[in-house]
């Protein structure tokens, strides 16, 4: 089963820059959609963004807009997160997910069926 890694966290002030990167371990991987979630300690873990992997059509909750990019590269079966203007609030383990439905809610985590392990992300003040 394919495995996914993602990298790139760390901490970084208040209205500071990341790029989250997610690699996956198969070279046949071929998902519909590809999302990255994050958990806080105590939350539940939430939709922060999604790609198609064919098409590239993006989506973001209204947490993200404006501030996060979600991008891929299909030869290197490689998917990005760009995040800008960074909070507090945005503290958490991100996590990059795969899709294999067409027909699932981008939204849900429970519509992914391929998980990495999660890399931190701390936002000071």
């Known amino acids: 089963q394919v495995q996914l890694a993602e990298s790139g966290g760390g901490l970084v002030q208040a209205g500071g820059s990341l790029r989250l990167s997610c690699a996956a371990s198969?070279?046949?991987?071929?998902?519909?959609?590809m999302g990255w979630f994050r958990q806080a300690p105590g939350k539940e873990r939430e939709f922060v963004a999604a790609?198609?992997?064919?098409?590239?059509?993006?989506y973001y909750p209204d947490s993200a807009k404006g501030r996060f990019t979600i991008s891929r590269d299909n030869a290197k079966l490689a998917v990005y997160l760009q995040m800008n203007s960074l909070k507090p609030d945005d503290t958490a383990v991100y996590y990059c997910a795969g899709m294999m439905s067409r027909y699932a809610s981008k939204w849900s985590r429970t519509s992914y069926d391929f998980w990495g392990q999660g890399t931190q992300v701390t936002v000071s003040s």
């Open positions: 198969e070279r046949t991987f071929s998902p519909y959609v």
């Open positions: 790609i198609t992997w064919v098409g590239g059509s993006t």
